[in-house]
């Protein structure tokens, strides 16, 4: 158990499609515990990987005019796919900060780059201490196994924002993009680790080389959830990086707060009394105030999985 400090912080608003946005809010306990925390669920309309880009931008639209009203001084789109879509007219239109997500290529690709230059293919490497230094082409990168896979919704891959970013940052041109439209729904359902989800994994991966990756990208925040599964497919020391420590890292930058000392301290819920406390967090799911308790239960036990996933 680890219970923070409550009333006193900024109020940051988080929302997703569903339950994905969970593994941007556990970060935020660990990084961020002074704050306070508004999560909203859209689970009326997950998936948002299959919806069109005016039904997303609709969806987004009408969650930040309710976390405004429900008193956020910053919001965070903690959905690749809704970023990918509106956080362009969100910014526009609202003057609160406004802190989206995007794949996280950039870490990614220097991940590699460091492992084929100092020649690290070992397991345990901290991808978080990696350096935001220019990359520059990688002639060597399939000899060495060394490529990047970026696993995303349908709608995250097909959109500009992520077309612009592998022009910034893969000059090596060694990303390869993987849709993974189903798993969305598998965590949605809390089935992480059965027949089903194996078998899509499976077929999914069997459409791509996967020796020939060293760092795999979680793409959406949903995809958090199945990481003691990924490793049963991808070689030895293969990275898995998603964008939920950038991101929090970002929501302090601009919102001017500190990083908290030993974040690495495990965040346990035993009832869900202790996890409303942690960050004073009010749930939302589609605008409606959660309250009851098999939602709740539902919600502590995403967040339990998510912090023994966490190092993984």
């Known amino acids: 158990m680890y219970v923070t400090n409550v009333g006193f912080g900024m109020n940051i608003g988080i929302f997703d499609s569903g339950i994905g946005g969970l593994s941007v809010l556990h970060e935020a306990y660990h990084m961020l515990p002074s704050e306070n925390y508004i999560f909203y669920a859209d689970t009326a309309h997950v998936p948002y990987g299959l919806k069109s880009p005016v039904e997303i931008e609709s969806y987004a639209e009408e969650i930040t005019k309710f976390l405004i009203d429900m008193g956020a001084d910053a919001i965070v789109v903690a959905c690749n796919t809704a970023t990918s879509v509106a956080i362009k007219e969100l910014r526009h239109r609202y003057s609160l900060p406004i802190i989206g997500m995007e794949p996280a290529v950039k870490p990614a690709v220097e991940y590699v780059t460091r492992r084929i230059l100092d020649g690290a293919f070992n397991r345990g490497t901290d991808i978080r201490n990696v350096s935001n230094e220019g990359v520059h082409s990688i002639k060597d990168a399939e000899d060495k196994g060394s490529r990047v896979l970026v696993m995303a919704t349908p709608v995250t891959i097909s959109e500009e924002k992520l077309r612009n970013l592998l022009l910034k940052v893969d000059k090596g041109h060694i990303v390869d993009l993987l849709p993974m439209p189903e798993?969305?729904?598998?965590?949605?359902?809390?089935?992480?680790?059965?027949?089903?989800?194996?078998?899509?994994l499976t077929k999914q991966f069997g459409t791509v080389d996967v020796d020939s990756y060293s760092a795999v990208v979680l793409g959406c925040t949903h995809f958090n959830y199945f990481k003691p599964l990924y490793g049963k497919y991808f070689k030895e020391g293969t990275a898995f990086i998603d964008g939920n420590h950038g991101t929090v890292s970002h929501v302090a930058d601009v919102l001017g707060l500190n990083v908290a000392e030993g974040y690495d301290r495990t965040i346990h819920f035993n009832d869900v009394e202790e996890m409303a406390l942690c960050g004073n967090t009010r749930?939302?799911?589609?605008?409606?105030?959660?309250?009851?308790?098999?939602?709740?239960e539902h919600f502590r036990r995403l967040h339990n999985r998510l912090e023994e996933v966490r190092n993984i």
Not at 283 to 296: E, K, R
């Open 183 to 200: 798993l969305v729904s598998f965590a949605e359902s809390e089935e992480f680790e059965s027949e089903k989800v194996e078998a899509y």
């Open 283 to 296: 749930y939302f799911a589609s605008g409606v105030q959660v309250n009851d308790i098999p939602t709740l």
